[in-house]
């Protein structure tokens, strides 16, 4: 039987709301990168990555191009899912640390991978309008999981976390301001439980190459996490 996470990652797949970007997705798959011209791009939606039970729950922002929209599978096959991996894998929260196709063995241990925007964008960026036609996706990833630690990779992620956690009464007072390393505590009313929010900079190449994120840095981010895991 389908379950409701399955159900929930085959609606993502399907989607095709955003004209823009369903088609640049396939475009990008006809086209492909020369290094890539004998693979069959994914060039759809990509679906979230990881079992239907987990406490840490990351946010990234859209799938790459080349990574994502090649192979079907959220941060791999490109330089920053290189990082994010490795990092997990570090941490306990992969089996592995090398992430290149959907049968490469990698399986994700009490984490799940999502994005603000599931369809590869132009530029990276997607409009605010396809983001918002895309945030049903992760409040329903919110409401499947119900994960302790929400890991926001990068600010447009924190953002897009804040706005859930706003609507469903899990956060009062000022807006928390994002930075690498910046952390909020969400209170779920009903269930009386917490929860985290953490921020961190994105593993994006316009950071590891500049050295504004390193690895140091990331696995911080992860022992952290870690941390909030085992106090809530
Ligand atoms: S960005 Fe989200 S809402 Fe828009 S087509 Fe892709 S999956 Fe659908």
Redesign the pocket.
Known sequence: MTSDWQKLNER?AD????DR??KHCHLVAKNKRRAYADQDYWGR?VPNMGPSRASLLIVGLAPGAHGANRTGRMFTGDRSGDWLFKALHRAGFANQAESSSQSDGLRLKSCVITAV???APPDNK?TTE?TL??AP?LDQTIQELRPRVFLALGGLAWKAVVKYARQHDWLSGPQPKFSHGSFAQLVIPRRRKRCWLLGSYHPSQQNTFTGRLTEPMLNEIFQQANQFISDT
């Open positions: 993502i989607c095709q709301a955003c970007l369903v939606p925007c599931h369809c997607p396809e036609r895309c996706f």
